[in-house]
């Protein structure tokens, strides 16, 4: 099976911007979650989406929005971009398994954004 | 609410030595428990879980660690080190309530020559 991927890998942008980052699960996997990586802040949970609905949330302002497609396919906009987004951005896709919640997660190489 | 803590933002350990990971969590239901690695400029990738099985759990790599209800522990063990284990080793909870995992800010693991 083919792992999670995330599109691009690089981005570089200027404040005030917007930008979409893209993120395909591994087949089958109906979760996908966001987080924000950076070093001063840790991993930081942004969203996660399943059946193409926001199931959770976590702290970040509004300019930070998401959205999963029929294919589970999700991605994720930040709008006005400011310098404190540059971040590692990661997607991460999880499966039901039977009757028990796995809750692993599966995790793709990031989007690497550069906000300048 | 769950949480998780790991000691140490950086461990160094001389190449051949014990590594020693520290991750304390809390929680009011049993537990699953993962730890993760990150290898510079990499997503995460999954070394091992605890799902109510047995208490010692071993992954990948060389790396194992055991449940302790009691001390509310799930510490990460090699027994030897080496260079290629430097990287960075995130400790995770399940959070029940939402099907989310609870993660630690991190141990920077790094291997001295």
């Known amino acids: 099976k083919a792992g999670v991927t995330q599109t691009p890998r690089y981005l570089i942008k200027t404040r005030g911007q917007q930008v979409t980052l893209s993120c395909s699960p591994i087949?089958?996997?109906?979760?996908v979650s966001w987080y924000q990586q950076t070093p001063g802040q840790g991993l930081q949970f942004l969203f996660e989406?399943?059946?193409?609905?926001?199931?959770n949330k976590g702290n970040f302002p509004g300019r930070f929005s998401g959205r999963q497609f029929s294919n589970s396919r999700s991605e994720m906009n930040v709008s006005t971009l400011e310098l404190g987004d540059s971040a590692l951005y990661l997607c991460a896709s999880s499966v039901l398994a039977g009757l028990e919640l796995s809750y692993e997660q599966y995790f793709g190489p990031g989007t690497r954004l550069t906000v300048t | 609410a769950q949480s998780v803590t790991q000691l140490g933002s950086h461990v160094s350990v001389s190449e051949g030595a014990l590594v020693l990971l520290r991750c304390n969590y809390s929680?009011?239901?049993?537990?699953?428990l993962f730890w993760y690695v990150q290898y510079p400029n990499q997503g995460l990738q999954l070394l091992l879980k605890?799902?109510?099985?047995a208490t010692l759990v071993k992954g990948i790599n060389g790396f194992e660690a055991e449940f302790k209800k009691s001390e509310t522990s799930f510490h990460l063990t090699k027994p030897s080190a080496h260079m290629s284990d430097a990287a960075e080793y995130f400790c995770a909870v399940s959070d029940h309530s939402n099907y989310q995992l609870i993660w630690g800010a991190g141990t920077k693991l790094i291997i001295k020559p």
């Open positions: 929680s009011s239901v049993p537990p699953y």
């Open positions: 087949s089958g996997h109906r979760s």
């Open positions: 989406y399943f059946s193409e609905t926001q199931r």
């Open positions: 605890y799902t109510s099985a």
